[in-house]
C-alpha cells in the first residue's frame, strides 16, 4: 500500500514513553523528530495545552498519560510520556496498565499504542534497573504491542571503560578509541540485560533493547532506536506507518521496500 494512503488511512504512529525523571526522554524524541523546539502538547479532545504550564511540574496528578506530544518537525509521530513510577507509586503504576489495556481495547488502529519505548538512563546515579523497572516487566501485560528498552545516556559507561583499558596497558589514545565498544561489549554481558532477558523475576521481558549514547550531541545517531523498533513490528501495516513516519533513517524506507 503506497505510504501516503496508509498515514491517510490509519493517522500517526503512536507510542507510549516511560521513563523516570531525568532519563533523557525529550532529547531522544527530539534526535527522533530532527528538531531542537520542545514539543506541542494536546490534551484528548484535541486542544492544545500551555507547555509552561506542565513541563517543569512535578505535582502528583498534574501529569497526564492521555496527553499527546507532538512535534512540529514531523507530527507523524505522537508521543504519550510517562513519568517513572518511583513519581507516583503504585497509582502511576496502575495508571499506565489502564492506559495500555483502554489503547489495546481500541478497534481503530489509529487510536492504539503501536509501540513502548522504556527508557533506563545509565548515568552514574541510577545505572541499575530498579524496582519499579522489574514491576512493569513482571505485572504489566502489553500484549501484543512491542516493548523496547532504552538505554539512554550510555555514554555515561564511557569513563568506567576508559579506565579498564588504561589498567590493561593501553594508552591513551587506544583506551578513548575503545572505549565506546568495550563499554557496549562489557554491557551485554551484565547485571542489567541478564535481568532484563534471565531472570525468574521478569515474566513480560522486553522484546529487544538499544544502547544510545551522546543523544545531546549534534551528530547524535538515533538510527539504532529507528531500527529496532521497526524490526519488533510484525503488522505489516503499521510497520510501513513507522518507517514512512520516521524521517532519519531514508537507507531503512529503501530496506523495507525492497524485503516487503
Keep these: 500500500m503506497d505510504p501516503s494512503k496508509i498515514r491517510k488511512k490509519m493517522g500517526r504512529f503512536r507510542i ?31 486542544e492544545k495545552i500551555d507547555a509552561a504550564v506542565l513541563m517543569p511540574s512535578t505535582e502528583r496528578g498534574l501529569h497526564n498519560i492521555d496527553n499527546e506530544m507532538v512535534f512540529r518537525s514531523n507530527p507523524g509521530f505522537v508521543f504519550h510520556d510517562s513519568r517513572g513510577f518511583e513519581a507516583g507509586g503504585e497509582s502511576e503504576f496502575e495508571q499506565v496498565k489502564a492506559f495500555i489495556a483502554d489503547r489495546s481495547k481500541q478497534t481503530k488502529i489509529r487510536n492504539q499504542i503501536h509501540a513502548i519505548w522504556y527508557c533506563i538512563p545509565m548515568d552514574e546515579a541510577s ?3 530498579t524496582k519499579a523497572e522489574i514491576k512493569f516487566f513482571s505485572e504489566c501485560d502489553t500484549g501484543s504491542i512491542p516493548v523496547i528498552v532504552l538505554f539512554t545516556k550510555f555514554d555515561a559507561l564511557y569513563n568506567d571503560a ?8 593501553a594508552s591513551r589514545v587506544e583506551a578513548e578509541e575503545q572505549a565506546p565498544k568495550h563499554a557496549e561489549q562489557s554491557f551485554e554481558s551484565g547485571p542489567q540485560l541478564r535481568l532484563l532477558y534471565h531472570s525468574e523475576d521478569i ?6 533493547h538499544v544502547c544510545l549514547p ?8 538515533c538510527g539504532p532506536l529507528i531500527e529496532r523498533t521497526a524490526a519488533t513490528l510484525d503488522d505489516e501495516v503499521v510497520g510501513q506507518l513507522f518507517v ?10 529503501m530496506k523495507y521496500a525492497v524485503e516487503r
Excluded: F, H, W
Excluded at 244 to 253: A, D, I, K, Y
Design 244 to 253: 514512512s513516519t520516521q524521517q532519519t533513517n531514508l537507507e531503512l524506507c
Design 214 to 221: 551522546n543523544m545531546d550531541k549534534d551528530d547524535a545517531d
Design 162 to 169: 576508559y579506565e579498564q583499558l588504561r589498567s590493561k596497558g
Design 203 to 208: 515474566r513480560r521481558p522486553p522484546k529487544c
Design 127 to 129: 545505572r541499575s534497573v
Design 16 to 46: 507510549l514513553v516511560i521513563g523516570r525523571a531525568n532519563a533523557g526522554k525529550t532529547t531522544i524524541l527530539q534526535r527522533v523528530c530532527n528538531t531542537r523546539e520542545d514539543p506541542e502538547i494536546y490534551n484528548s479532545a484535541g
